[in-house]
């Protein structure tokens, strides 16, 4: 069975895209799948990790799964962040240092995902400067990420994680996927709300809105980087069963995909032509000010 992939872009309509090869593909089982990336001239690389989790379960399903027909340009960026080398092609060095490689970590690897972002993410020098103290907040709001993903999703299947720096676009992206059961189906086992897959994410991203029981304190993550896109100009986009939402220049904008994508997305943008330095709030004396 073949599949034709569109050009795949860190939006909306790239969302879509992938949203729409899960549905046409999810019954797929002992079957040979060719995802034919011939009309592919552009894939920004940190759908990786939403296209890698797609494709890891028709894997899990028993069946076998080939990208044919990649362009040379796209095939360039992905050997160099490692996502072809999990269907049988051999990574090539980053010699520009652009890439932030492709991986899934299983939900124990908790460790490995931390030591992850530490190194590939947050000494990154396109990262604008933060105080020790926002760094830290920064750092633990990634983290946050990975931890709903282990203690909401209910995941088997593992969390995959990518990302890439464009130099000229002045953007650094980064994305989570997993493969769990949805922000709606979380919040309705947890809390008893019926919500629809928007609403569902609208609640997730409201300060203290949060699923966790006792008194481990959650839903600040997301509001965090949200504070942090606004400041620095950059995007935030959540994809979780057939809700979208983004925020960007102060805005939020919803929609609903065609089909649902069989788990929860969670995409950073980070504006790297931001020259501002930014600190928490409690950091700022009164020398800061007068």
Not at 10 to 15: E, I, K, L
Not at 148 to 173: K, M, W, Y
Not at 185 to 198: A, E, R, T
């Amino acid at each position: 069975m073949k599949f034709e992939l569109p050009e795949i872009e860190h939006d909306r309509s790239g969302f879509e895209a992938l949203v729409r090869l899960e549905a046409a593909s999810k019954d797929c089982l002992f079957d040979n799948i060719d995802i034919d990336m011939d009309k592919v001239n552009w894939f920004d690389a940190d759908m990786c990790a939403a296209l890698g989790a797609i494709l890891y379960r028709l894997g899990e399903n028993l069946n076998t799964v080939k990208l044919i027909n990649i362009r040379s340009g796209v095939e360039n960026i992905l050997l160099k962040n490692g996502f072809l080398s999990h269907y049988g092609r051999e990574k090539i060095p980053d010699r520009w240092g652009t890439t932030i490689p492709y991986h899934r970590f299983d939900v124990k690897d908790d460790r490995y995902f931390a030591d992850y972002i530490e190194h590939e993410l947050m000494h990154r020098s396109e990262i604008p400067a933060m105080s020790p103290g926002l760094m830290k907040k920064f750092r633990e709001s990634i983290f946050e990420i990975f931890s709903n993903a282990v203690l909401h999703s209910r995941t088997e299947l593992g969390i995959f994680s990518c990302g890439q720096f464009f130099p000229a676009r002045h953007r650094l992206d980064f994305s989570v996927a997993d493969l769990g059961v949805g922000m709606c189906q979380n919040i309705k086992d947890n809390m008893g709300l019926d919500l629809s897959p928007v609403d569902a994410i609208v609640w997730a991203t409201e300060g203290r809105n949060t699923t966790k029981r006792g008194s481990v304190p959650g839903g600040l993550g997301l509001k965090l980087l949200g504070e942090f896109i606004d400041l620095n100009g950059g995007c935030i986009q959540i994809v979780s069963d057939a809700g979208y939402w983004r925020r960007q220049n102060k805005k939020t904008v919803t929609a609903s995909l065609s089909h649902a994508f069989p788990g929860t997305v969670v995409s950073v943008e980070i504006n790297t032509a931001d020259t501002n330095s930014y600190k928490l709030a409690s950091e700022i004396s009164t020398a800061d000010i007068f």
